[in-house]
Structure formats: structure tokens, C-alpha cells
């Protein structure tokens, strides 16, 4: 009946399937079924007098008076989400590519637990946007090629992100690899996630010889780090990665490495989203 208290399940159902458009996705979201959310969704219609959503085959729309809704309800749940978080102690969720987590992240983790012994750290393997509140996210480690949502707060690290070539010393040996247009002739690498990567290095590092297209794509930086490490070519790879396995002498860098277009930046959620118990958010900058 219209004028009645809107149920606060029939309104979360409502703001998911309208965000998400889709009753399936929002089902999945709330971990419960699409009838329940089919349900919700038309009580809450049957309370306000209006139809907020148009059922499609495959999706769901929200009506002009839908999307008013929505759009008020997404801000509201965001600022219960937000005062929750406030108060309740967990963990810092930190969200990086795994490419970081593995050679980067990882390395520095015992540190940085001996220094916050009261931080509970949590990950989120991701490089590209998110919702701080509703992903529970802290602080992320991103590239400045990716375009930051704009309620974070980008903290930069001060430094161009370095790249250059990298392949095993017995494929350097065996394919006589010594000025830059000798990479011309070798078995190129590249990850899937950086299209551009040869791109970005030949302009970076002066290199004028001809196209220098992939041969071999990779999902992740990791695995193209791990190809290279057994000998199937070379790849440019942001120096920050491959630091210990330079060191260990599993890889060499011929050319070295240069300042490439893009930099490292963090990303903190905004104030209104933030634990106050992470206050110790800054100590991973340095």
C-alpha cells in the first residue's frame, strides 16, 4: 500500500538490481536468489505506487523515477557503509596487480608488520577501479595509466615508473643481443594487461629500428617474467618487478633500464571512508 515504510531489504534488493542491471548479478551480490530479489523489488513497487524497473530478457532498467531512487539510496548506503567502518575493527585492505603482490608487495610485508604489529593486512588483486566502500578497499597501488575513481585520494610516489628489457643470460648469450637493433631480431615478449609495453620502451629508451610487434602475449607480467626466466625471449617489464631475480642473476637487463610515460601512485579511499585505524596507511609510500 503506498504510504507505507519501505522494507530496508526490498530497498537493497532494489539498489542492486538497479546498479547492476540485472537481477541475476544483484542476487549473487546479496547471496540470495533471484526470486528474492524479483520479490523485494515488487513489494517495494507495490509500497511507493510507482514502477521503478523495466524487465527485459536479458536485463533490467530503471525508470526515470527508478533512477532517482537509486541514486539516493547508493549515496545513503554508502554513508551507513562508511560509519560502520568507522567503528568496527578489521583488517586494511590493500588492492594491487598480482604482478605486484608477487615480486614487490611481498618482499616488504614482514617489514612492514614488524613496524604495525597491530595492522591486520588483507588483499584485493586488482589493477583496475573500485568502490572504496563497498569493496572495502584502503589503499591501492596503481599505474597512472589507469584513470583513478574521483572520490580517492592520489598520493604520488615522487618517481617515473623505470622499464626496460629483460631476458635470461643464456638467451642473451645465445642470440648475441648488443645494441638496441638487435632486439629487431629477437623473440619479443610481452604481458596482455600492458598492450603498449614494446611501444612505450622503444620511445623511451631512443630505439629507432623497425616495428617491434609481440610475439608471445602473456596474461600477467608474472608469467612473462617467468618466460623470460626460462630462456623463450625478451620483454620490457617495469624495473620494480624484477629487482631480486636481477640480483640472483636469473635475469640481466642489457640496455637498463629508463624513465618510462607512466608513474606509480596510490590510491587512498576517501576520508569519509576511511578506518581511523589506519593510520599507519603512509608507512607503505616509502
Given amino acids: 500500500m503506498a504510504g507505507s515504510t519501505p522494507s530496508l531489504y526490498a530497498l537493497r534488493a532494489f539498489e542492486a538490481a538497479a546498479r547492476l542491471r540485472s537481477m541475476t548479478a544483484a542476487a549473487h551480490e546479496l547471496s540470495v536468489t533471484h526470486g528474492a530479489i524479483s520479490r523485494h523489488v515488487r513489494a517495494l513497487e507495490e509500497t511507493l505506487g510507482v514502477t521503478l524497473l523495466t524487465r527485459g530478457p536479458v ?123 638487435d632486439v629487431a631480431g629477437a623473440h619479443r615478449l610481452a604481458p596482455a594487461t600492458r598492450a603498449k609495453a614494446w611501444d612505450e620502451w622503444a620511445l623511451a629508451a631512443g630505439y629507432e629500428g623497425a616495428p617491434l610487434t609481440t610475439h608471445d602475449s602473456y596474461d600477467h607480467f608474472y608469467l612473462m617474467i617467468q618466460a623470460a626466466i626460462c630462456g623463450l625471449g625478451i620483454g620490457p617489464v617495469p624495473q620494480m618487478l624484477v629487482l631480486d631475480d636481477l640480483r640472483s642473476g636469473k635475469l640481466v637487463a642489457p640496455f637498463g633500464f629508463v624513465d618510462g610515460p607512466h608513474r606509480l601512485v596510490l590510491w587512498l579511499s576517501p576520508p569519509r571512508a576511511r578506518p581511523r585505524r589506519h593510520t599507519c596507511i603512509a608507512h607503505l609510500a616509502n
Fill in 59 to 181: 536485463s533490467t532498467e530503471p525508470t526515470p523515477d527508478g533512477l532517482r531512487l537509486a541514486e539516493g539510496l547508493a549515496a545513503a548506503f554508502t554513508a551507513i557503509d562508511a560509519a560502520i567502518e568507522q567503528v568496527r575493527p578489521g583488517p586494511l585492505t590493500l588492492s594491487c596487480s598480482t604482478s605486484i603482490m608477487m615480486y614487490w608487495l611481498i618482499p616488504r610485508i614482514a617489514d612492514f608488520h614488524r613496524q604495525h604489529p597491530e595492522v591486520l593486512l588483507q588483499f584485493n588483486m586488482n589493477y583496475g577501479q573500485f568502490d572504496a566502500v563497498r569493496d572495502r578497499i584502503g589503499i591501492a597501488i596503481r599505474n597512472t595509466m589507469v584513470e583513478p575513481p574521483p572520490d580517492v585520494v592520489v598520493k604520488e610516489l615522487g618517481q617515473s615508473e623505470r622499464i626496460g628489457l629483460v631476458c635470461s643470460p643464456e638467451y642473451l648469450r645465445d642470440t648475441g643481443i648488443a645494441r638496441l637493433s
